[in-house]
Nanobody, 115 residues
């Protein structure tokens, strides 16, 4: 059974940092392209960034230079390091895994950036 379980969300002040984790199981993690998405209140889900099987990453312009995606294939886990957080980063963050035509989603973790 495929599972993606996000953790690490919470309340943080503007300018602060958080690290999100996504633990994967049920598929061959080291062959999957992993991504993070966010969905802000009353908005569409949007891509934050992606890391491929070679650990090359790409990011949305809105987070470039502030967020970093990494993966640990020994732990079947992908991470999202978020620095210099802004109030507009407030959203539910979702982990996504893709292998060929198969796509998997976690249930999300809430990040609230507020003073």
């Amino acid at each position: 059974q495929v599972q993606l379980v996000e953790s690490g969300g919470g309340l943080v002040q503007p300018g602060g940092s958080l690290i999100l984790s996504c633990a994967a199981s049920g598929f061959t993690f080291n062959r999957a392209v992993m991504s993070w998405f966010l969905q802000a209140p009353e908005k569409e889900r949007e891509l934050v960034g992606t890391i491929n099987i070679y650990s090359n990453s790409a990011y949305a312009d809105s987070v470039k230079g502030r967020f970093t995606i990494s993966r640990d294939n020994t732990k079947n886990t992908v991470y999202l390091q978020m620095n210099n957080l802004k109030t507009e980063d407030t959203a539910v963050y979702y982990c996504n895994g893709r292998m060929g035509v198969n796509q998997y989603w976690g249930k999300g973790t809430l990040v609230t950036v507020s003073s």
